[in-house]
């Protein structure tokens, strides 16, 4: 499905204090607003994925799934800075008539959602009745449902956090260090820095992930080397993070994750509003914050700080030992602890707060 363009032509200013002439958005709809405006579900996606949940979410966006678009009018948009059809690094800089490149201004994920709220306006929307999105994608739902807290009636942040942790700081920080030290960062031109992704997405790719799951699909060595002598034998774990990396530079540029990964550094929704805590007390759409148990990226304290601070929020920890990537591969799990919130009682006062942990 081809994603369709929002032209924002009035000036923007960033938290950086830096304004933008105008910015352009990649969206896509399935389904159709209903009379009452009352079925919206707005996706956020994470970092590398595009405005088409059906496409990197098929499990619960599609045809008789979670999302229906015969019964959803179902939401996505690709956030400033990416690749696939939003204000990019790629893109013409009005002031010198040639691309940003290195000189692209960072959004930050506060920035994306105000950002959004143009589209919103522009599609006719006053109320989302389900906000969800995992990961980075969870961090701009937060923000959002902080920045306006009426909006949302319900909403799922999944493996994601209030700050960005230290840690989740060095991985990132680390990937763009593989960025800046290919030879061909430094200059102008699409493919810059493309080298260093690969080993940067290498990197990411050990944190999305959790030991077992290298155990279980990566242990050994790949079959055209097993029976070879052992100075000859090639690890399938080795042979799998060079695959990544070549898969993602197939679709993906240095540019727009260089950046990505910086507004995901930046993300605090407790800047400019005195704290993490009173930030998020401020939330008053109904709440389900899910936590996948081996996320080492991600961990579950994070999400419980979530939990305990939006009033009358639950938790809910998926077992899985696929690590943060579980976000994207427990469909079923997450499908069925979202129809029954959605579907339940209001949640419990924050006393009686309950920890599910689901298999």
Same mark, same amino acid.
């Given at each position: 499905?081809?994603?369709?363009?929002?032209?924002?032509?009035?000036?923007?200013?960033?938290?950086?204090?830096?304004?933008?002439?105008?910015?352009?958005?990649?969206?896509?709809?399935?389904?159709?607003?209903?009379?009452?405006?009352?079925?919206?579900?707005?996706?956020?996606?994470?970092?590398?994925?595009?405005?088409?949940?059906?496409?990197?979410?098929?499990?619960?966006?599609?045809?008789?799934?979670?999302?229906?678009?015969?019964?959803?009018?179902?939401?996505?948009?690709?956030?400033?800075?990416?690749?696939?059809?939003?204000?990019?690094?790629?893109?013409?800089?009005?002031?010198?008539?040639?691309?940003?490149?290195?000189?692209?201004?960072?959004?930050?994920?506060?920035?994306?959602?105000?950002?959004?709220?143009?589209?919103?306006?522009?599609?006719?929307?006053?109320?989302?009745?389900?906000?969800?999105?995992?990961?980075?994608?969870?961090?701009?739902?937060?923000?959002?449902?902080?920045?306006?807290?009426?909006?949302?009636?319900?909403?799922?942040?999944?493996?994601?956090?209030?700050?960005?942790?230290?840690?989740?700081?060095?991985?990132?920080?680390?990937?763009?260090?593989?960025?800046?030290?290919?030879?061909?960062?430094?200059?102008?031109?699409?493919?810059?820095?493309?080298?260093?992704?690969?080993?940067?997405?290498?990197?990411?790719?050990?944190?999305?992930?959790?030991? +077992? !799951?290298?155990? /279980?699909?990566?242990?050994?060595?790949?079959?055209?080397?097993?029976?070879?002598?052992?100075? =000859? *034998? %090639?690890?399938?774990?080795?042979?799998?993070?060079?695959?990544?990396?070549?898969?993602?530079?197939?679709?993906?540029?240095?540019?727009?994750?260089?950046?990505?990964?910086?507004?995901?550094?930046?993300?605090?929704?407790?800047?400019?509003?005195?704290?993490?805590?009173?930030?998020?007390?401020?939330?008053?759409?109904?709440?389900?914050?899910?936590?996948?148990?081996?996320?080492?990226?991600?961990?579950?304290?994070?999400?419980?700080?979530?939990?305990?601070?939006?009033?009358?929020?639950?938790?809910?920890?998926?077992?899985?030992?696929?690590?943060?990537?579980?976000?994207?591969?427990?469909?079923?799990?997450? +499908? !069925?602890?979202? /129809?029954?919130?959605?579907?339940?009682?209001?949640?419990?006062?924050?006393?009686?707060?309950? =920890? *599910? %942990?689901?298999?």
């Amino acid at each position: 499905m081809q994603a369709k363009i929002f032209e924002h032509e009035e000036s923007f200013t960033l938290e950086s204090g830096r304004t933008v002439p105008g910015f352009h958005l990649a969206y896509t709809t399935l389904g159709q607003l209903n009379a009452d405006k009352s079925n919206v579900v707005w996706v956020f996606h994470a970092l590398t994925a595009n405005s088409n949940p059906a496409e990197w979410w098929p499990g619960l966006v599609g045809e008789q799934k979670l999302f229906d678009p015969e019964k959803h009018f179902i939401v996505c948009v690709n956030m400033p800075g990416s690749c696939y059809g939003s204000i990019s690094p790629l893109d013409n800089d009005q002031q010198t008539g040639k691309p940003y490149y290195h000189n692209f201004p960072l959004f930050t994920t506060r920035d994306m959602v105000r950002a959004y709220k143009f589209l919103k306006k522009h599609l006719g929307i006053s109320k989302i009745q389900v906000g969800i999105g995992g990961s980075m994608g969870g961090q701009q739902l937060l923000e959002w449902a902080i920045e306006e807290p009426e909006l949302f009636e319900f909403i799922f942040p999944i493996a994601t956090n209030a700050e960005h942790s230290s840690w989740g700081v060095a991985f990132n920080a680390s990937q763009r260090w593989c960025i800046e030290n290919d030879a061909t960062w430094k200059e102008s031109h699409v493919d810059a820095g493309l080298e260093g992704m690969k080993i940067a997405r290498s990197i990411a790719l050990i944190s999305y992930r959790h030991y +077992e !799951t290298y155990h /279980k699909s990566q242990h050994g060595f790949t079959t055209d080397t097993e029976a070879l002598g052992v100075d =000859k *034998q %090639v690890f399938k774990s080795e042979t799998y993070q060079r695959y990544q990396g070549e898969k993602l530079a197939k679709r993906f540029n240095a540019f727009s994750y260089y950046f990505l990964t910086q507004a995901m550094d930046k993300h605090n929704v407790g800047r400019g509003r005195e704290s993490v805590r009173t930030a998020l007390q401020s939330i008053k759409a109904k709440t389900l914050v899910i936590s996948i148990s081996s996320d080492i990226l991600f961990p579950t304290s994070e999400q419980e700080l979530i939990a305990a601070y939006i009033p009358n929020a639950q938790l809910s920890v998926i077992d899985s030992y696929y690590g943060h990537d579980g976000f994207l591969l427990e469909y079923e799990t997450i +499908e !069925t602890l979202v /129809k029954d919130f959605v579907e339940s009682k209001p949640p419990a006062p924050k006393g009686e707060l309950e =920890k *599910q %942990v689901t298999g």
